[in-house]
């Protein structure tokens, strides 16, 4: 069949970025009314049964609507700015008749488009993805970095109110480059040294520049991520269709906002001090809080240029009052007792929760002949924060001491990247992506002077490449739609060289990779995937340096879907993963606390998961529409990795070092689903836990054993996630949707095992539920208002997957007001 026949006369010719992946032709025109802010109409009946290639790149409307329904014999209209109908390429659909005035009168029409708050995204995808847009991270705009993952089921950002890093947690994967996390497609992140918490992977990023996070859970399976098999997340930077309104060439976005709950903290003093926790917070609105950013763009059919500057700053906030305030705590032999939940007490200031941030976005996209862009980007992140060391506000800790305000930290990154993109519209094995970049980040740890009497102050400076392909290729077999491509990244990391707290060293990770789906009917997709990687570390001391670890692996990756109805996907996946070990793994040293280990292996896993995905529009009313993901995953780790003592490698019994223990598994369910009926929206998430076990042995050579408890002498049991975990959100539109209220509830169960060593330091948290509440008002298309309470009920009590016991903020009010010009 040919191209579709266009009509035009309302086209809008500004260009739009697309990455929609293909699937059934009523789910992708769903995506792209959604990410065009169009209303589509069509007959069911019209497109059941037909399939698309998906869409990806940066297009005008009319483009993207050419290719999406090309071989399709569908041919599209705009009747006004806002709206197309589809029909068929002869102009007529069943069962049409004409109106009065010529206009095509059809049946059983389908509406799409009209808001990219709720993303389809992951309830096309056959597998375990989320997508958080922007609007849901400011619907309760985060009180640390680590709440715009709130939206993601069995995602959590560890230590979330110890400091403003990211440290994400996958289904109970963490740190050590397990999980990928990406700003733009960029590693940006450090590991720091935490004492008995073992280690901390951190990424910075501010809140105000995320347009989007796509989250994949499991082992990669494109370009990004190589040498995690967690998970990847990457955060997409803001960019023109972000700023600009009304399809002008330009455009203003200002925002400003205050909050209360907040005090400026005090100064340092070395502990034990006289200094102590205040109390008295929760005001309604205080000047201790407040945000503000602006934000430029232009965009033409050659070119759009963005610039943005965002500034936050914050004292220290008071914890709740309202609440449980012991925790059981269990100890060597699974004995357990009772004891305060956290050194500081309900209803006080928490120290070293202040932050003063500053941040500038700068990018520019041009796009050239033949289907062909480059886009250019610099982000710089420069905050000075306050950060726990947590061993020694821990209540049940043999170093604990009572809170103290210690020397505010500091955090400054620079990131650069490049993205080029040729997609030629009429050459369907060409759709090539290459990305290449560089982060320079540098992370000054000042809590741990305390004991160390300096801070430990980490350079990593990490450089990246990818280059992929997609082609798509029509047959008379089926579809097969292959994606192909290579990545590498080097990474170098420098902390307090010549110091017990110093290492310097290298990794290197390389891989290459190709999947296949296959469609040989509309109903049915099959896939395959192949990933050869490899890795090489080394250690660059000056003195007594290690040898460096290397090693390859081949992973394969199938999957099965079936779509036996318009909108209902049926999948089932199997993945394996690799995970080398990190520069600190290999090369890092205490002198006689800490030793390499010769002997380390990288880890590897299997995952399993099936589930489905549910699209349905008009179910119960008119316009309302019905998201629905469920997925049952199980995942073994086979040689991984944990801080313990030698005795587990063959080493001598007082040198504790990373060591493999035989495995760790982690089975469990997630839910996510949306309903909108236009007046009323809800959106809820949950993750629950099955079974989660660690598999070891006493000591090299012995019979491995899974338990429900982490190993007695591993460190890193603080990365054990909550039985459960979800969030449910509610509300309404009101005044032709221009008011919206609504309210929240966030809330975890306890760790998902218990912690049955190291109990002098462990982390324990009480099951919660925060409830929030929230309201925007958009006076007109200039000019908006948003107000929130987070944590109505002042509850006192710890985060799921909390590091340094720090109590999360009690009552918090925020206000802001943003203009767009």
């Given at each position: 069949?040919?191209?579709?026949?266009?009509?035009?006369?309302?086209?809008?010719q500004?260009?739009?970025?697309?990455?929609?992946?293909?699937?059934?032709?009523?789910?992708?025109?769903?995506?792209?009314g959604?990410?065009?802010?169009?209303?589509?109409?069509?007959?069911?009946?019209?497109?059941?049964?037909?399939?698309?290639?998906?869409?990806?790149?940066?297009m005008?409307?009319?483009?993207?609507?050419?290719?999406?329904?090309?071989?399709?014999?569908?041919?599209?209209?705009f009747?006004?700015?806002?709206?197309?109908?589809?029909?068929?390429?002869?102009?007529?659909?069943?069962?049409?008749?004409?109106?009065?005035?010529?206009?095509?009168?059809?049946?059983?029409?389908?509406?799409?488009?009209?808001?990219?708050?709720?993303s389809?995204r992951?309830?096309?995808?056959?597998?375990s993805?989320?997508?958080?847009?922007?609007?849901?991270?400011?619907?309760?705009?985060?009180?640390s970095?680590?709440?715009?993952?709130?939206?993601?089921p069995?995602?959590?950002s560890?230590?979330?109110?110890?400091?403003?890093?990211?440290?994400?947690?996958?289904?109970?994967?963490?740190?050590?480059?397990?999980?990928a996390?990406?700003?733009?497609?960029?590693?940006?992140?450090?590991?720091?040294?935490?004492?008995?918490?073992?280690?901390?992977?951190?990424?910075?990023?501010?809140?105000?520049?995320?347009?989007?996070?796509?989250?994949?859970?499991?082992?990669?399976?494109?370009?990004?991520?190589?040498?995690?098999?967690?998970g990847?997340?990457?955060?997409?930077?803001?960019?023109?269709?972000?700023?600009?309104?009304?399809?002008?060439?330009?455009?203003?976005?200002?925002?400003?906002?205050?909050?209360?709950?907040?005090?400026n903290?005090?100064?340092?003093?070395?502990?034990?001090?006289?200094?102590s926790?205040?109390?008295?917070?929760?005001?309604?609105?205080?000047?201790?809080?407040?945000?503000?950013?602006?934000?430029?763009?232009t965009?033409?059919?050659?070119?759009?240029?963005?610039?943005?500057?965002?500034?936050?700053?914050?004292?220290?906030?008071?914890?709740?009052?309202?609440?449980?305030?012991?925790?059981?705590?269990f100890?060597?032999?699974?004995?357990s007792?009772?004891?305060?939940?956290?050194?500081?007490?309900?209803g006080?200031?928490?120290?070293?929760?202040?932050?003063?941030?500053?941040?500038?976005?700068?990018k520019?996209?041009?796009?050239?002949?033949?289907?062909?862009?480059?886009?250019?980007?610099?982000?710089?992140y420069?905050?000075?924060?306050?950060?726990?060391?947590?061993?020694?506000?821990?209540?049940?800790?043999i170093?604990?001491?009572?809170?103290?305000?210690?020397?505010?930290?500091?955090?400054?990154?620079d990131?650069?990247?490049?993205?080029?993109?040729?997609?030629?519209?009429?050459?369907?094995?060409?759709?090539?992506?290459a990305?290449?970049?560089?982060?320079?980040?540098?992370?000054?740890?000042?809590?741990?002077?305390?004991?160390?009497?300096?801070?430990?102050?980490?350079?990593?400076?990490?450089?990246?490449?990818?280059?992929?392909?997609?082609?798509?290729?029509?047959?008379?077999?089926?579809?097969?739609?292959?994606?192909y491509?290579?990545?590498?990244?080097?990474?170098?990391?420098?902390?307090?060289?010549?110091?017990?707290?110093?290492?310097?060293?290298?990794?290197?990770?390389?891989?290459?990779?190709?999947n296949?789906?296959?469609k040989?009917?509309?109903?049915?997709?099959?896939?395959?995937?192949?990933?050869?990687?490899?890795?090489?570390?080394?250690?660059?001391?000056?003195?007594?340096?290690?040898?460096?670890l290397?090693?390859?692996?081949?992973?394969?990756?199938?999957?099965?879907?079936?779509?036996?109805?318009?909108g209902?996907?049926?999948?089932a996946?199997?993945?394996?993963?690799?995970?080398?070990?990190?520069?600190?793994?290999?090369?890092?040293?205490?002198?006689?606390?800490?030793?390499?280990?010769p002997?380390?292996?990288?880890?590897?896993?299997?995952?399993?998961?099936?589930?489905?995905?549910?699209?349905?529009?008009?179910?119960?009313l008119?316009?309302?529409?019905?998201?629905?993901?469920?997925?049952?995953?199980?995942?073994?780790y086979?040689?991984?990795?944990?801080?313990?003592?030698?005795?587990?490698?063959?080493?001598?019994?007082?040198?504790?070092?990373y060591?493999n223990?035989?495995?760790?598994?982690?089975?469990?369910?997630?839910?996510?689903?949306?309903?909108?009926?236009?007046?009323?929206?809800?959106?809820?998430?949950?993750?629950?836990?099955?079974?989660?076990?660690?598999c070891?042995?006493?000591?090299?050579?012995?019979?491995?054993?899974?338990?429900?408890?982490?190993?007695?002498?591993?460190?890193?049991?603080?990365?054990?996630?909550?039985?459960?975990?979800?969030?449910?959100?509610?509300?309404?539109?009101?005044?032709?949707?221009?008011?919206?209220?609504?309210?929240?509830?966030?809330?975890?169960?306890?760790?998902?095992?218990?912690?049955?060593?190291?109990?002098?330091?462990?982390?324990?948290?009480?099951?919660?539920?925060?409830?929030?509440?929230?309201?925007?008002?958009?006076?007109?298309?200039?000019?908006?208002?948003?107000?929130?309470?987070?944590?109505?009920?002042?509850?006192?009590?710890?985060?799921?997957?909390?590091?340094a016991?720090?109590?999360?903020?009690?009552?918090?009010?925020?206000?802001?007001?943003?203009?767009?010009?």
């Amino acid at each position: 069949m040919g191209n579709p026949v266009v009509s035009t006369a309302y086209a809008q010719q500004n260009n739009v970025s697309y990455s929609i992946p293909s699937g059934s032709l009523g789910a992708v025109i769903s995506s792209f009314g959604d990410r065009s802010d169009l209303q589509v109409l069509y007959p069911a009946d019209l497109v059941r049964g037909k399939v698309s290639r998906g869409l990806s790149g940066t297009m005008s409307r009319e483009e993207a609507l050419s290719k999406l329904l090309q071989g399709t014999g569908l041919s599209f209209s705009f009747t006004n700015a806002n709206t197309v109908t589809i029909t068929s390429a002869a102009a007529s659909a069943p069962n049409a008749q004409a109106g009065p005035d010529g206009a095509l009168l059809l049946e059983t029409i389908t509406i799409s488009g009209g808001s990219i708050s709720n993303s389809d995204r992951p309830y096309e995808t056959a597998g375990s993805t989320s997508y958080i847009s922007a609007e849901q991270i400011q619907i309760v705009p985060p009180s640390s970095t680590g709440d715009i993952l709130r939206s993601a089921p069995g995602v959590f950002s560890a230590g979330n109110r110890t400091g403003q890093a990211l440290d994400v947690n996958i289904r109970g994967l963490q740190g050590m480059n397990r999980v990928a996390t990406l700003v733009d497609g960029a590693q940006q992140n450090s590991s720091t040294y935490r004492g008995y918490k073992g280690m901390t992977s951190r990424t910075f990023v501010d809140p105000e520049f995320i347009g989007g996070i796509e989250i994949q859970k499991g082992p990669p399976s494109g370009a990004l991520g190589s040498g995690s098999m967690g998970g990847v997340v990457n955060m997409r930077t803001i960019n023109a269709d972000d700023i600009i309104i009304n399809g002008k060439a330009y455009g203003i976005k200002i925002k400003g906002g205050i909050a209360g709950n907040s005090i400026n903290p005090g100064s340092y003093i070395v502990p034990p001090n006289t200094l102590s926790p205040r109390f008295g917070g929760n005001d309604w609105l205080n000047s201790g809080s407040h945000i503000g950013s602006i934000a430029v763009a232009t965009k033409t059919e050659d070119y759009e240029l963005v610039g943005a500057f965002a500034y936050r700053r914050n004292g220290n906030y008071f914890a709740g009052k309202n609440g449980e305030k012991l925790v059981k705590r269990f100890t060597f032999g699974g004995r357990s007792s009772w004891g305060p939940m956290s050194a500081y007490k309900p209803g006080s200031e928490i120290f070293n929760t202040s932050q003063d941030t500053k941040s500038v976005l700068l990018k520019g996209k041009f796009n050239f002949e033949n289907d062909q862009s480059l886009e250019l980007g610099y982000v710089r992140y420069d905050s000075t924060y306050g950060e726990e060391y947590g061993d020694m506000n821990n209540p049940a800790s043999i170093l604990s001491s009572p809170p103290y305000q210690a020397n505010l930290s500091r955090a400054k990154s620079d990131m650069y990247t490049a993205k080029y993109v040729w997609n030629p519209e009429d050459n369907d094995l060409v759709n090539l992506q290459a990305n290449i970049w560089h982060t320079r980040l540098s992370d000054n740890w000042a809590a741990i002077e305390v004991l160390n009497g300096a801070p430990s102050d980490t350079k990593t400076d990490t450089t990246g490449v990818e280059i992929s392909n997609a082609s798509d290729i029509d047959t008379s077999l089926g579809i097969f739609d292959i994606k192909y491509g290579a990545s590498y990244s080097y990474e170098k990391v420098s902390q307090n060289p010549g110091t017990d707290l110093g290492m310097e060293g290298t990794r290197a990770v390389g891989a290459v990779f190709t999947n296949i789906d296959y469609k040989p009917a509309d109903w049915l997709t099959l896939n395959a995937g192949l990933r050869y990687q490899g890795y090489k570390t080394s250690d660059d001391s000056k003195e007594n340096p290690v040898a460096g670890l290397d090693g390859t692996r081949l992973t394969p990756r199938l999957g099965v879907t079936v779509e036996p109805l318009d909108g209902f996907q049926l999948f089932a996946n199997y993945a394996q993963g690799w995970r080398p070990p990190s520069v600190r793994e290999t090369v890092f040293t205490m002198p006689g606390l800490i030793e390499p280990n010769p002997f380390l292996k990288p880890e590897r896993s299997e995952n399993y998961e099936i589930g489905l995905n549910y699209l349905g529009d008009n179910l119960l009313l008119d316009d309302d529409k019905l998201r629905f993901k469920l997925a049952y995953f199980n995942n073994s780790y086979d040689d991984y990795i944990i801080r313990s003592y030698g005795n587990r490698t063959g080493l001598p019994l007082n040198y504790r070092v990373y060591a493999n223990i035989d495995g760790a598994k982690f089975k469990g369910v997630e839910l996510s689903m949306s309903y909108d009926t236009g007046m009323f929206f809800a959106d809820a998430n949950l993750n629950h836990y099955t079974d989660v076990q660690y598999c070891f042995a006493a000591r090299a050579g012995a019979t491995a054993t899974c338990v429900e408890n982490t190993p007695p002498d591993d460190y890193q049991g603080t990365y054990v996630p909550p039985l459960y975990s979800g969030l449910l959100t509610v509300g309404a539109r009101f005044l032709d949707e221009s008011l919206t209220i609504g309210g929240r509830v966030n809330f975890s169960g306890e760790r998902a095992v218990k912690r049955s060593g190291v109990g002098t330091v462990q982390s324990e948290w009480r099951s919660y539920q925060v409830y929030d509440a929230f309201m925007s008002y958009e006076v007109n298309k200039n000019l908006s208002f948003n107000a929130s309470i987070e944590n109505i009920f002042d509850l006192y009590y710890l985060d799921a997957i909390s590091e340094a016991l720090t109590p999360s903020p009690g009552r918090t009010l925020r206000l802001s007001a943003t203009a767009r010009f």
